[in-house]
T-cell receptor, first 108, second 114 residues
Framework: GQQVMQIPQYQHVQEGEDFTTYCNSSTTLSNIQWYKQRPGGHPVFLIQLVKSGEVKKQKRLTFQFGEAKKNSSLHITATQTTDVGTYFCAGDDYKLSFGAGTTVTVRA | SAVISQKPSRDICQRGTSLTIQCQVDSQVTMMFWYRQQPGQSLTLIATANQGSEATYESGFVIDKFPISRPNLTFSTLTVSNMSPEDSSIYLC???????????FGSGTRLTVV
């Protein structure tokens, strides 16, 4: 089945800095989704990417889907304390296969 | 998006006992999914629950250990049977939101087995 790898596992960021988390799949994905899980919370859907090379933005978050539809990235600019949490990518093949997640902490 | 009520939110259970987790959705959905999230880990799919048919279990999960009921299109239960400390995890249900809108998750059940 699908295997989705995600790096880095942890990201410690100074407030105001940028960071990127990356996902790679062993197979071509029909689509990839991104979720955010706040500490003590449940995953919340952020976005879905479907098309090869697709780029979508949500305020300070930029999501990208690779040309081969095997990789994806999430870039956050000017990190804020509200960005704290774990960001998961997930391949969707009628069921989600989650990456390991990137846990983000922010130094004020 | 769907609203999911998941109960209980947390429980502490003795080993060897069973716990049933409930998810109630405010709309009818064909498929519901049950996940396990071990401490500090990612989400692992346990099974897919379809109304009117037996649940489909992922590799490593069996019906005797995690029986699932799906009596109608808005409700499902997951039972964690004959629990051991290794079953201590967060269990979450999830439903699809339709094309382009991902999945909505319940608030989770934090289970501790002692």
């Amino acid at each position: 089945g699908q295997q989705v790898m995600q790096i880095p596992q942890y990201q410690h960021v100074q407030e105001g800095e940028d960071f990127t988390t990356y996902c790679n799949s062993s197979t071509t994905l029909s689509n990839i989704q991104w979720y955010k899980q706040r500490p003590g919370g449940h995953p919340v859907f952020l976005i879905q990417l479907v098309k090869s090379g697709e780029v979508k933005k949500q305020k300070r978050l930029t999501f990208q889907f690779g040309e081969a539809k095997k990789n994806s990235s999430l870039h956050i600019t000017a990190t804020q304390t509200t960005d704290v949490g774990t960001y998961f990518c997930a391949g969707d093949d009628y069921k989600l296969s989650f990456g390991a997640g990137t846990t983000v902490t922010v130094r004020a | 998006s769907a609203v999911i009520s998941q109960k209980p939110s947390r429980d502490i259970c003795q080993r060897g006992t069973s716990l049933t987790i409930q998810c109630q959705v405010d709309s009818q959905v064909t498929m519901m999914f049950w996940y396990r999230q071990q401490p500090g880990q990612s989400l692992t799919l346990i099974a897919t629950a379809n109304q009117g048919s037996e649940a489909t279990y992922e590799s490593g999960f069996v019906i005797d250990k995690f029986p699932i009921s799906r009596p109608n299109l808005t409700f499902s239960t997951l039972t964690v049977s004959n629990m051991s400390p290794e079953d201590s995890s967060i269990y979450l249900c999830s439903v699809p939101e339709g094309r382009g809108y991902g999945y909505t998750f319940g608030s989770g059940t934090r289970l501790t087995v002692v």
